[in-house]
């Protein structure tokens, strides 16, 4: 029996598994304290994945001969890999090889893959799609409070609070298992605010639901800030004491009165006052964000102007109240803090920081000046694929851009102009598919590691079953690779290992993990960074007594509300959103894998029923989705949860993110995944 | 490197803040000048009826500090009237004999509000004491003084304005009268079986109306009114309406109608360096007095400024009444509008929806009373969204009767987290049978009740219908 986690989302539930590889079974773990025992369908059917008969077992390298992929040795595999890294950057130079990880990956793999990177092959070319999750929350929280972490609270904190407001969250499907501390917390008389274009199931639980047409909650948060001020419901002392750049906000918002807010959102005015009310008037008040208000050309912008709401009504640091943001990827929040982001080093550092450098470098034992500089982000380095100055050779792990990025086909193009591409991966993904090296790696159970989940807690998920012969984890393709090209410095194998240089690196960041380490995560289940010692408790609640701004005070953000960067036409009238059904993970590469999850969770496009009519299709119909960018076809799913003028389709299979937009966020380098402009026909 | 093109702005209402504002934000290479005659700090004027109403401060609608003018090189001047304009030389002349050269005008001069013939409103000081405008600050910090004291007053004028004056007078504790001259509340905009509703609105509000009645004279004993009634009022507010500013732009030579007289790109007819926005500009013959269109135009006319050739093709106008207790919305003219009308009246509620649509597009609506669809009507009206045949109905009547309740069928999932059907959970004994073979309850755990329901009871040992759960 082995306690550990689930393979999947930012909740990072508690599990127990037992009995060996072909028949482990999954159970409870009831003291794990942010699931309490409860699993949804996914954590249940996780081990399915175990012995999976898609697994890859051999390393496959591409015969130009045949252009099949064909099995190789490991050796052969990698000395494969190091040629073309050698001949691309040789050719064209260091940033010729380009690094894509994931938020999927373990801190340690994590951390190595950023490492690897910059002392192996000295690329500045590394980026994970993280970016397209976290960026926009990750980037406002720097600004606003001085540090981003998920949630600045461990989960369970949101049962205790007054009112809550999801914002572009549908905690309920994506996160079911979180779902009972929102029942928690109405049983105990809080309220619920949802924020989303489509009435969800989280949406079906709240007090309040307000729906906005897609890409107008940045406006929704200033009239709701309008009313704050208009009703003395702004808490003038926290603001006095605790927070700058109130004047500026207070004469931005008043220009959005609700009665306008109501124009350009589509939410009545009304409501918005009602909001604004719950808000002011609670005594202690969350406001969380999500993908929905963050996957914006302007989510950065968005999320600070939510953050504003929240400190306007007094309601961060302290406990019980806060802003925070919900993470999705399993290790979105560790994955962004340890390297393998285009402009930051271990300890949430960032890579232009000549102090970072040098401390970075010391532990890795190199010279600071041969460390890269910051690189291009996850999409801009895809769209740069085999440009005079983009990258040539690209290794990916623990992603699958082919599905998950956005404008899609723009990609799939970018990757085949590639000279080379290797994917390490569970299973032949969509991206793994098109390579020329392809690595079968270990998955969650057969392999330890650490993870960080949404609150900020480090946690260890730990191996249960020995992988398929055959398999190997990322860690030893790392260190492999860094061995074939003749790296400097140690890159070790052993996960603890590597964790325990991760504790040095990270040591005097902003995510500083230096205190924690396996065996007090095994007897505290998780720590919460930052623990700068070994000492310290770790710290659970984050700026109780002051902001990690140099002043110690939290900022406001005078940030402008402006259109999406595409609005519907006469050619394309709807708008077009994205997002996750329960049954589903991501690209898919997993879930779609499991026979139950695969048989619940299935493509459509959702649309209202005066829609359907207009259309004159009924549910179940054959629907051709068309944008600037592309055309799917799926049946129609029609749906009273959705606003009339808007669609919204799952991005778990090929076909959405063909249609969706590359327009990217000026601050967190963020896709606009959550709106476009699309067309409706029968197919 | 050559200096920087001189821009002035004269005005400095939302408009004109708000084209600062834009080209502020675009970097705009001009060294710019705004000249307003308030003293105030630019605000929100849409909402001095707020302030009136005291649901805000005055300092709640301030919009720009003169700080952040400072901040961003803006000349600011305020508290200055401009009294010429000389096109030849281009420069401006004000109050105070200084002059202001320009390379490009921009004339953002607003409104200003219409006095009816009333004997005894004028002294030869101005207003009389008891009777006030309302269009400025100003007129808001003396009506809001005045308002403190009195017990009755009467509103002339029954549009929008008028509406909201009333309100907020009401809501101060007020008795508040309304005289309206036409034969309607908004009967311009809402036609009879609207404007009923609206009144009997205001009226279950505690106001009266009186239309059809001309205000003809005011004097210590009250306003007398055409019909032979004399309202008693401590103050009277005249909301008639209001004409665009244009007489600098007269006096200055510029082609005025109703407005200055702009083109597509906003520009004077008469001269290309000068614009007009706002209430002040008269554009393909429609002046408006809305701010929606007053910052479409401000917004336009800095992408002109900013070298964008993208004209401004005409605004679309959602007149929406901001005043406690009273839900009115006015899309587009829906009097004068061409196109099919569906109109649905509800008397008991003192609801009335009106739509109005041509070739499929809403043209123009009207609701009162309920308002549970606007944030749908107005997208559409934004968007020119081509509708179905069936969705004026939709939009008029709400969404269809909820399905009546039903035995929940088989194969209804019950439990989302784990993918359990109503018929797995009805084949388990208890709650424990349910754990142990579907997973069901023990992810978020909201379908316990409905568990409880499928499963036999204890006594009768028979299931319950799971009717509850239908419409889910």
């Not at chain 1, 939510?306 to 994955?335: E, P």
């Not at chain 1, 012969?469 to 074939?484: E, N, Q, W």
């Not at chain 2, 290479?29 to 630019?42: K, L, M, N, Q, R």
């Not at chain 2, 123009?364 to 308002?371: E, K, M, S, T």
Request: charged content about 25%; glycine content about 10%.
């Amino acid at each position: 029996m082995t306690d550990t986690h689930c393979p999947y989302c930012s909740l990072q539930c508690g599990m127990r598994l037992t009995g060996g590889r072909g028949r482990t079974t999954v159970e409870a773990w009831p003291e794990f304290p942010t699931n309490a025992g409860g699993l949804c369908r996914k954590g249940w059917t996780s081990v399915d994945l175990l012995g999976h008969r898609e697994r890859l077992t051999s390393p496959l390298v591409r015969d130009p001969a045949t252009g099949e992929l064909a099995p190789a040795t490991w050796p052969e595999a990698i000395a494969r890999i190091a040629d073309e890294i050698a001949r691309a950057q040789g050719a064209y130079g260091l940033d010729a090889v380009g690094v894509f990880g994931g938020g999927g990956l373990t801190n340690e793999k994590a951390y190595l893959l950023g490492k690897l990177a910059r002392v192996a092959l000295r690329t500045s070319a590394i980026d994970y799609n993280g970016r397209w999750c976290m960026a926009s929350a990750a980037t406002a929280g720097q600004r606003a409070f001085g540090l981003d972490r998920g949630l600045p609270f461990p989960l369970a904190d949101i049962a205790e609070t007054d009112v809550l407001f999801l914002v572009g969250s549908n905690l309920a499907e994506t996160m079911p298992p979180a779902t009972r501390h929102l029942d928690t917390l109405r049983a105990a008389g809080g309220q619920l605010v949802v924020v989303d274009p489509r009435r969800t199931p989280t949406a079906d639980r709240a007090d309040l639901h307000l729906q906005p047409v897609p890409g107008t909650d940045l406006a929704l948060a200033h009239g709701i800030v309008h009313v704050l001020v208009a009703e003395r419901l702004v808490d003038e002392r926290f603001v006095t004491d605790r927070t700058t750049g109130y004047d500026d906000v207070r004469r931005l918002v008043a220009g959005f009165w609700p009665e306008q807010v109501e124009r350009v959102t589509g939410v009545p005015a009304d409501d918005i006052r009602t909001a604004a009310r719950m808000l002011g008037q609670a005594a202690h008040a969350m406001v969380l964000t999500a993908r929905g208000a963050e996957q914006h050309a302007k989510g950065t912008d968005t999320v600070l102007a939510w953050v504003n709401a929240a400190l306007a009504a007094g309601q961060a640091g302290r406990i019980g109240s806060g802003y925070g943001c919900i993470t999705g990827q399993g290790n979105g929040q560790g994955g962004r803090e340890h390297g393998q982001k285009a402009d930051q080093l271990p300890g949430y550092r960032r890579i232009d920081d000549p102090a970072a450098r040098a401390h970075v470098a010391a532990v890795w034992g190199v010279e600071p000046e041969t460390l890269p500089g910051p690189g291009r982000s996850a999409y801009e380095m895809l769209a740069a694929l085999g440009d005079s100055d983009g990258a040539r050779a690209l290794l990916v792990f623990g992603s699958n851009p082919v599905v998950s990025a956005p404008n899609a086909t723009r990609i799939g193009a970018r990757l085949d102009r590639l000279d080379f591409l290797c994917v390490a991966d569970i299973v032949m993904s969509e991206t793994a598919a098109r390579a020329d090296v392809v690595l079968p790696v270990t998955q969650w159970a057969e392999e330890t590691g650490t993870m960080t989940n949404v609150e900020g807690r480090v946690i260890l998920r730990r191996k249960a079953v020995d992988p398929p012969p055959g398999v190997r984890s990322d860690l030893d393709v790392i260190a492999d690779l860094a061995t074939a090209l003749a790296a400097p410095g140690e890159f070790g194998r052993d996960p603890e290992t590597v964790f325990d240089e991760l504790r040095q690196a990270s040591a005097g960041g902003p995510a500083d993990y230096s205190g924690i380490d396996y065996a007090r995560i095994d007897a505290e289940q998780g720590v919460f960074w930052p623990c700068p010692q070994p000492g310290h408790p770790g710290t659970p609640r984050l700026f109780l007594d002051r902001f990690a701004t140099p002043d110690g005070r939290a900022r406001f953000h005078a940030v402008e509300h402006r259109a999406a960067a595409e609005e519907p036409c006469v050619d394309y009238p709807f708008h077009l959103t994205t997002g996750r059904v329960l049954a589903q993970y991501q690209s898919g590469a997993q879930t779609r894998r499991v026979r139950a999850l695969a048989a619940a969770g299935q493509a459509f496009v959702e649309l209202h029923p005066v829609a359907a009519q207009r259309l004159a299709v009924a549910d179940g119909a054959a629907m051709r989705v068309t944008t600037r960018r592309g055309t799917t076809v799926v049946p129609a799913r029609v749906s009273t949860a959705i606003r009339p003028d808007t669609v919204f389709m799952p991005f778990h299979w090929v076909g959405a993110n063909l249609l969706t937009n590359d327009a990217l966020d000026p601050s967190s380098r963020m896709p606009e995944f959550k709106v476009c402009a699309a067309r409706l026909e029968p197919a | 490197m050559r200096p920087r093109e001189r821009l002035v702005v004269v005005g400095h209402g939302m408009a004109a803040a708000r084209l600062v504002d834009e080209l502020v934000r675009r970097a705009a290479p001009y060294a710019i000048t705004v000249i307003g005659d308030e003293p105030d700090p630019a605000y929100s004027r849409v909402l001095l009826s707020a302030v009136l109403e005291r649901s805000h401060r005055g300092a709640d609608i301030e919009l720009r500090s003169a700080g952040w003018y400072a901040d961003h090189g803006v000349r600011l001047v305020t508290g200055q009237r401009v009294l010429r304009v000389d096109r030849d030389r281009r420069d401006v002349w004000l109050a105070d004999g200084t002059r202001h050269g320009y390379d490009r005008l921009v004339l953002a001069t607003g409104a200003r509000p219409l006095l009816p013939p009333i004997h005894g409103v004028v002294t030869p000081d101005g207003l009389h004491p008891a009777v006030h405008a309302f269009r400025s600050m100003a007129d808001c910090r003396r009506l809001d003084q005045a308002a403190s004291g009195a017990r009755r007053a009467v509103v002339v004028g029954g549009g929008l304005l008028g509406l909201q004056v009333a309100r907020a007078l009401s809501v101060r504790g007020l008795d508040v009268e309304i005289v309206e001259v036409g034969p309607a509340l908004m009967g311009r905009q809402l036609g009879p079986a609207g404007a009923q509703a609206l009144a009997r609105g205001v009226r279950g509000l505690g106001t009266e109306v009186y239309t059809g009645a001309r205000a003809v004279g005011f004097s210590d004993s009250g306003l007398r009114l055409d019909n032979g009634f004399v309202l008693s009022a401590d103050l009277v507010v005249l909301a008639c309406g209001s004409r665009p500013a244009t007489r600098l732009a007269q006096r200055s030579g510029l082609m005025v109608r109703r407005g200055v007289v702009v083109d597509d790109r906003l520009r004077s007819v008469s001269d290309d360096h000068v614009y007009a926005i706002g209430d002040c500009a008269e554009h393909r013959g429609r002046v408006h007095g809305f701010v929606g269109p007053a910052w479409d135009q401000a917004v336009a006319l800095a992408r002109t400024l900013t070298g964008s050739d993208r004209a401004y093709d005409g605004s679309r106008v959602v007149a929406r009444l901001q005043a406690t207790g009273l839900e009115l919305a006015v899309l587009g003219d829906p009097e004068r509008a061409v196109g099919e009308r569906v109109e649905m009246a509800n008397p008991l509620r003192g609801s009335y929806r009106k739509v109005v649509l041509r070739d499929g597009v809403l043209v123009a609506a009207v609701l009162i009373g309920d308002l549970s669809r606007i944030g749908v009507l107005t997208q559409h009206y934004d968007r020119r969204t081509v509708l179905g045949q069936t969705e004026a109905a939709w939009l008029l009547h709400g969404d269809a009767s909820a399905p009546a309740d039903a035995e929940v069928p088989d194969d209804v999932e019950v439990c989302a987290c784990a993918g359990v059907s109503a018929g797995r959970i009805r084949s388990c004994r208890d709650r424990a049978d349910v754990v142990a073979r579907t997973r069901a309850t023990t992810g978020c755990g909201s379908c316990s009740d409905v568990v409880d329901l499928l499963l036999p009871t204890p006594t009768s040992g028979r299931p319950h219908s799971g009717a509850l759960l239908a419409t889910k």
